[in-house]
Structure formats: C-alpha cells, structure tokens
C-alpha cells in the first residue's frame, strides 16, 4: 500500500539537463579545460563536489573546488530563473497527489540553493511535506540517505513509498532504501541495469493514472 509519493527534482519535475550542461561547460571551460559531450555524460550524475574533483582532475592548472561549484550553482540559478520549464505532467501531478491527501516529498541530489529556486520558480513549495537535498546529507544518490531520511520526515516505512525518478543513479538509490520506483524519463529509456528494480517505466508523469495502480501492483492509501 502506497502511504507516501517521493520526487526526484532535476529531469522529473523541472527540464534542467540543458541548463546543467551549460552551466557546467561555462564554468570550466573558463578553466581552461576541453569539455566534451562524452564526458558531461559522465558527470550528469554526481553531485557538485564529485563534479569539481572530476574537472579538476583534467585541469591544466588548480582551482577552487568551493569556487567553482558556486560559480555553476549560480549560473543555473539564473538560467532557472529566467525560463523555468516544468516537465510534463509534473504540475497536474502534484495537484491530484495532495488533493488525495498523501504526503509529499523532494529528494534531489542539487543543492538547497537550486532546490529553493526551482521550488519558488515553479511556484510548487506547498506541495511538499519533506524537502531533502544534497545539503541535507552525508551521502547522495545512488546512496539511500536521502530517501531513507525523506521516508522519515514523512513519517512513512520505505517501502510504503513510491518514487519517481528520471536516472538510474536516482532509481538504485529509492530501490536501495526499498522503496517503488517508476522511471520517468522522455529522452532516455530504462537501461538493462533497472529494468528488473523499476515498477514501470513513463516518458512523462501525465502517463501515470491512478486507474493504472493494479497494473503496477500499487494501491492508494
């Protein structure tokens, strides 16, 4: 019985890869560093410190770690400002959840300070009874910190959650903490590493319905 709904942020309920990938390839080329597609796949999951080791790693002379986050912290800050683009779905979504009287909760590997300008851009703050971020803890995704804590914030056992998530990364993290998952994500589908841990998997949220619940096996509380 699902009691709680858990969303990731970047990717399921704001459109912010481009903007990270900007903001990213800004910051350190201004580095002097050669920052090629290839490798911002790689980074798109990490936190902002394992971001800044990894680029400092390629850099031809040093940096600030601190400096550097900042700098691309705040770049997407004002990128988000300027254009804020919820994802599909994602508003409706969070309006049908709370009118049906279940706790909410935010677990995103982005900073407070992104968090809270996504959440005031969006104008979505109410939704949610829990907001986790990667400030809040000592490990982020794919650690299950952050859900396991969001799961306690809302009072809610782990695995009388459902997550939505948009990266595999996110996806091990909720199943680690033994939670449901459904994989959210219109420009990549489920690789071969979830597929067996996934619920289901969405190009965007207007395809859940509740109606769909005995097909993924879930009930309302």
Known sequence: MIKAIIFDMDGVLIDSEEIWDHAEKTVFSSYGISVTETDQLLTRNMNMLEVSKYWSAKAHRPFSLETSQQ????????????????????????????????????????????????????????????????????????????????????????????????????????????????YVNPRRMADASILTIIRSALNSLDQFSWSDQQFFGLENA
């Open 71 to 182: 700098q691309v912290i705040e770049h997407v800050c004002q990128q988000i400002q300027k254009k804020p683009l919820a994802m599909q779905g994602a508003l409706n979504l969070l309006k049908h959840i709370q009118l049906s009287n279940l706790p909410i909760g935010l677990a995103t590997n982005a900073p407070k300070q992104v968090c809270s300008t996504v959440l005031s851009c969006l104008e979505i703050e109410t939704f949610f009874n829990s907001i986790q971020t990667a400030d809040d803890v000592e490990n982020t995704k794919p650690h299950p910190e952050i859900y396991l804590k969001s799961a306690e914030n809302l009072q809610v056992e782990p695995h009388h959650c459902l997550v939505f998530e948009d990266s595999p990364t996110g996806v091990k993290a909720a199943h680690e903490a033994g939670m449901q998952v459904i």
